[in-house]
């Protein structure tokens, strides 16, 4: 059964704080992606990967950076956790886009910025 | 524009109807389609791939329309395990653009 991962499925932090959200896939895909996703606006990209070390920003990267050292690890980081960052956060990876190449995705974290 | 806009609903519909979604989509260059389904607070999971052709899988029936760029899921005989959020997918270059949900609820 193909897994994604994602660390924690609850987070509550403070404003400022420095936060760290992992996701984990053991499918050997090439590519994987942070989202974000709160009601009316559906799922917006922050940023993606389409291999170890490299990066793209999304549509809403501002405020975030990311890491792939490991080809299966994709970590999604707050520099400065902000109240405006309170939202669900999904993880997805795939292989190389062409006909069928579906999205698979993490459980989702629930971030809570106080 | 936005490269992919849906109905965001709330479509509210009882047990054994037949309910249609539609989403269009705006980069004639997009090259996968998918609907997801997302249950409340879980994420979204694959319901199927769309097609030229139009697939089926038991209840569901799925189209794509690359002339008017949109795809479209039927669903019939409506069940309470239906109630979900239904997310179109469009695949272009190498991102994946999400509509913003349909929500369903089915009702005894």
């Known amino acids: 059964d193909v897994k994604v991962t994602q660390s924690s499925r609850y987070l509550v932090k403070r404003t400022g704080e420095k936060v760290f959200l992992e996701c984990v896939q053991d499918?050997?895909?090439?590519?994987m992606f942070w989202y974000r996703q709160d009601p009316g606006l559906g799922l917006r990209l922050i940023y993606f990967?389409?291999?170890?070390?490299?990066?793209e920003k999304g549509d809403i990267p501002e405020g975030y950076s990311v890491s792939r050292e490991k080809k299966e690890r994709f970590s999604l980081i707050l520099e400065s956790a902000s109240t405006n960052q309170t939202s669900m956060y999904l993880c997805a990876s795939s292989l190389v886009p062409g006909a069928d190449t579906e999205a698979f995705f993490g459980q989702g974290t629930r971030l809570t910025v106080v | 524009r936005k490269e992919v806009e849906q109905d965001p609903g709330p479509f509210n519909v009882p047990e054994g109807a037949t309910v249609a979604f539609n989403c269009t989509y705006s980069?004639?260059?997009?090259?996968?389609f998918f609907w997801y389904r997302q249950d409340c607070r879980k994420e979204p999971k694959l319901l199927m791939s769309?097609?030229?052709s139009g697939n089926e899988d038991g209840r569901f029936t799925a189209q794509l329309n690359r002339a008017s760029q949109y795809i479209s899921l039927l669903i019939r005989d409506s069940k309470l395990s239906d109630s979900a959020t239904y997310l179109c997918v469009i695949c272009t270059g190498n991102q994946f653009y999400f509509g913003t949900g349909t929500s369903l609820t089915v009702i005894p």
């Open positions: 990967s389409y291999d170890v070390k490299m990066k």
């Open positions: 769309v097609y030229s």
């Open positions: 980069n004639s260059a997009s090259q996968s």
């Open positions: 499918m050997d895909h090439e590519n």
